[in-house]
């Protein structure tokens, strides 16, 4: 999941993006190149594990060895970060110029020894897809941002996409047009585009969770004692929403390049 604080603003520094000769391609081709990065942290990280947990700095080692060159990530604990509910989150850290430059990876370390433990394996590997998610798709963190940033009524917006779109609670489509039917049309468009981005990552992250998972157990079988429940993820209904959300947007946006054609018409005659 992640998090950023409504009332929160700030610029996003190019330190959390992956250079364009390596972040190239399409949305989907960039998705897969994410899914790709998580799959060599977890080849990197499987072998790391000792009496069941990892240190923080073993973890963070692993990881920035495949960053690219000037992206900053943290490890942080959940129990520092009493302000969410969340069981796990991805945060970004502003710089002294309010500028984010930091991604702050935030999952519940082990009270005793403050080590992450493996059966919390599918959350973290979760979080790092949206880490790399993110790295190398700027639109994803720059429509977050923007939202806050540039609408007056942010927490609305923020507000509604938690209660009514990510949730696993019935989907209303006629729900999500009268909210949106008094807005203002760089609001509405910015909004959409904001939740098919999040819905495309958490969708991305959730399918990684239970294979991670799953996969580490194995390897682990005969350390460890029980197995997780899988994550069940499929009553948020994903596609569903992406596709519905996405033809919802073309119509928007079909109707605004028709008004400036009309327009320009108008113009042209006079």
């Known amino acids: 999941m992640f998090q950023l604080k409504t009332n929160m603003l700030g610029l996003v520094s190019k330190k959390l993006f992956a250079p364009y000769p390596i972040a190239r391609g399409s949305f989907q081709q960039r998705m897969a190149k994410a899914r790709e990065y998580n799959q060599v942290f977890f080849e990197n ?47 970004l850290k502003t710089d002294k110029s309010n500028r984010f430059c930091t991604y702050q990876i935030v999952v519940p370390f ?60 019935n989907f209303s489509r006629k729900d999500l047009k009268n909210f ?42 005969k350390e460890i004692s029980y197995k997780e429940q899988p994550a069940k993820y499929g009553k948020f209904r994903f596609n569903t929403k992406i596709k519905y959300i996405e033809t919802f947007l073309g119509g928007i946006i079909q109707s605004v390049r028709e008004r400036f054609a009309l327009l320009n018409n108008k113009n042209s005659v006079l």
Do not use: W
């Not at 000792?50 to 959940?78: F, M, W």
């Not at 940033?149 to 917006?157: L, P, T, V």
């Open 45 to 91: 990280i499987k072998d790391s594990f000792k009496d069941r947990e990892i240190t923080p700095a073993v973890y963070l080692k692993k990881l920035k060895e495949i960053l690219p060159a000037g992206i900053h990530a943290e490890i942080c604990n959940l129990q520092d970060y009493k302000d969410f509910s969340s069981n796990s989150m991805i945060y």
């Open 180 to 221: 949106l039917k008094n807005k203002p049309l760089d609001e509405q468009i910015n909004f959409l585009q904001f939740c098919r981005y999040q819905l495309y990552t958490e969708y991305n992250a959730y399918k990684n969770t239970n294979k991670y998972q799953h996969q580490i157990e194995n390897i682990y079988s």
């Open 110 to 169: 082990n009270y005793y020894s403050n080590n992450i433990q493996i059966n919390t394996t599918g959350t973290f590997m979760h979080e790092n897809q949206h880490l790399f998610d993110f790295m190398l798709n700027p639109k994803i963190l720059k429509r977050r941002v923007n939202l806050v940033n540039n609408s007056q009524n942010s927490s609305e917006y923020l507000d509604y996409y938690r209660t009514k779109i990510y949730t696993k609670k």
